[in-house]
């Protein structure tokens, strides 16, 4: 698969005995042009390994398949489609051609190829209803809407993982993590004493399961003894904004889980711009003084997520040490008085003594 980015590419085509070295040029979210006949083009979307396929493409089909649909092409009746996933030949058939077609991107900007995928992904999971209707509901329609509409994806994640607080996850079954999470999603790295957060963003700079998240360059473990201890940060280990994988990120001991929780309270932003926010961010290495209660990790992934630095841990410490304080004057309050009244229940037990 290419490494590059195929914006607003027009291939040449392919013929069936063409295919390997089609996908030789291919990128993740590509938009794939099938001609399978002088009268129609069938779409799909290019999303790489998926379902014991090296090169999958969901696109929208009806249930009898694409040539199926084009033989009352006249009718305007809707058929009720269904999202599958094939292998590029599998849709080709022996006679038709292919092509990468991404020429709407130079009208209109596309998605991050990880949301395009994960877009698609989800809908071909969940097997959601499209009326087929040749003029303003087709494939190529579902691709468009996978790969330009920013709104439409938003709804598809919202109701995915929007408001999600996952199950745990270890090292062992971190596979089964990677199926569910997606681009957007704050993941939260469980510790004994806090925790630490991050915003998953897919595949970025040559790693697969990225998250982009405020610690130093040491790991999560070497930042999580810097933090909890007095010492100030040596030069060469202040925190920054890093790009790793989810395993590197959760070690051999750490859990691990999808937290979006705070969507019930907060509108999240469009996955499209949380991750882009957050790559941003690490490109151009914006610099973050951190700070316990100001500035953590926490308040970074909120940051990009829902365009509001907030921290449920540093109000947790906050409340806990205003708690704190106020029983250690309540109960020195309680010292004093006793202490000043000491002389008069002096008095009064001499004077009952007397008795």
Same mark, same amino acid.
Not at 119 to 148: G, H, W
Not at 262 to 278: E, F, G, H, K, M
């Given at each position: 698969?290419?490494?590059? #980015? &195929?914006?607003?590419?027009?291939?040449?085509?392919?013929?069936y005995?063409d295919?390997?070295?089609?996908?030789?040029?291919?990128?993740?979210?590509?938009?794939?042009?099938?001609?399978?006949?002088?009268?129609y083009?069938?779409?799909?979307?290019?999303?790489?390994?998926?379902?014991?396929? =090296?090169?999958?493409?969901?696109?929208? @089909?009806?249930?009898? +398949?694409?040539?199926?649909?084009?033989?009352?092409?006249a009718?305007?009746?809707?058929?009720?489609s269904?999202?599958?996933?094939?292998?590029? +030949?599998?849709?080709?058939?022996?006679? +038709?051609?292919?092509r990468? &077609?991404?020429?709407?991107d130079k009208?209109?900007?596309?998605?991050?190829p &990880?949301v395009?995928?994960?877009?698609?992904?989800?809908?071909?999971?969940?097997?959601?209803?499209?009326?087929?209707?040749?003029?303003? /509901?087709?494939?190529?329609?579902?691709? #468009?809407?996978?790969?330009?509409?920013?709104?439409?994806? /938003?709804?598809?994640?919202?109701?995915?993982?929007?408001?999600?607080?996952?199950?745990?996850?270890t090292?062992?079954?971190?596979a @089964?993590?990677?199926?569910?999470?997606?681009?957007?999603?704050?993941?939260?790295?469980?510790?004994?004493?806090?925790?630490?957060?991050?915003?998953y963003?897919?595949?970025?700079?040559?790693?697969?399961?990225?998250?982009?998240?405020?610690?130093?360059?040491?790991?999560?473990?070497?930042? !999580?003894?810097?933090?909890? /201890?007095s010492?100030?940060?040596?030069? /060469?280990?202040?925190p920054?904004?890093?790009a790793?994988q989810?395993?590197?990120?959760?070690?051999?001991?750490?859990r691990?889980?999808?937290?979006? !929780?705070?969507? =019930?309270?907060v509108?999240?932003?469009?996955?499209?711009d949380?991750?882009?926010?957050?790559?941003?961010?690490?490109?151009?290495?914006?610099?973050?003084d951190? @700070?316990?209660?100001?500035? #953590?990790?926490?308040?970074?992934?909120?940051?990009?997520?829902y365009?509001?630095?907030?921290?449920? =841990?540093?109000?947790?410490?906050?409340?806990?040490?205003?708690n704190?304080?106020?029983?250690?004057?309540?109960?020195?309050?309680?010292?004093?008085?006793l202490y000043?009244?000491?002389?008069?229940?002096r +008095?009064?037990? =001499?004077?009952?003594?007397w008795?």
């Amino acid at each position: 698969m290419a490494s590059n #980015n &195929n914006s607003g590419i027009v291939s040449k085509w392919y013929c069936y005995g063409d295919i390997a070295y089609l996908e030789t040029k291919l990128c993740l979210g590509d938009r794939l042009e099938f001609e399978c006949s002088g009268v129609y083009t069938h779409w799909g979307i290019h999303v790489g390994g998926y379902k014991n396929m =090296q090169h999958a493409v969901i696109h929208c @089909d009806i249930f009898e +398949g694409v040539a199926a649909f084009f033989t009352d092409k006249a009718s305007s009746a809707s058929r009720k489609s269904e999202i599958r996933a094939n292998k590029i +030949g599998q849709i080709l058939g022996g006679y +038709g051609r292919v092509r990468i &077609n991404n020429s709407t991107d130079k009208t209109i900007e596309s998605l991050d190829p &990880n949301v395009v995928v994960k877009v698609a992904m989800i809908m071909q999971r969940r097997k959601t209803p499209i009326d087929v209707n040749l003029l303003d /509901s087709n494939s190529e329609y579902f691709v #468009n809407l996978c790969r330009y509409d920013r709104h439409w994806s /938003s709804q598809v994640f919202a109701g995915y993982n929007f408001g999600i607080e996952g199950k745990r996850y270890t090292s062992k079954n971190i596979a @089964d993590l990677e199926d569910e999470v997606c681009p957007g999603d704050r993941l939260e790295f469980g510790h004994a004493l806090h925790s630490h957060w991050g915003i998953y963003v897919g595949r970025y700079n040559d790693k697969e399961h990225a998250v982009i998240h405020f610690s130093i360059s040491g790991g999560w473990s070497s930042f !999580s003894k810097k933090k909890t /201890s007095s010492s100030a940060f040596a030069a /060469s280990q202040k925190p920054e904004i890093l790009a790793d994988q989810i395993g590197k990120i959760l070690g051999a001991s750490g859990r691990v889980r999808i937290n979006n !929780s705070r969507d =019930q309270t907060v509108q999240p932003l469009n996955p499209y711009d949380i991750i882009r926010s957050a790559k941003k961010m690490h490109r151009v290495k914006t610099p973050i003084d951190y @700070d316990l209660l100001d500035n #953590n990790c926490e308040h970074f992934v909120n940051l990009c997520r829902y365009n509001k630095p907030h921290s449920e =841990q540093a109000e947790a410490v906050q409340t806990t040490g205003e708690n704190v304080i106020l029983f250690i004057l309540g109960f020195t309050g309680l010292l004093i008085v006793l202490y000043l009244s000491y002389p008069k229940l002096r +008095g009064i037990q =001499q004077q009952l003594s007397w008795w």
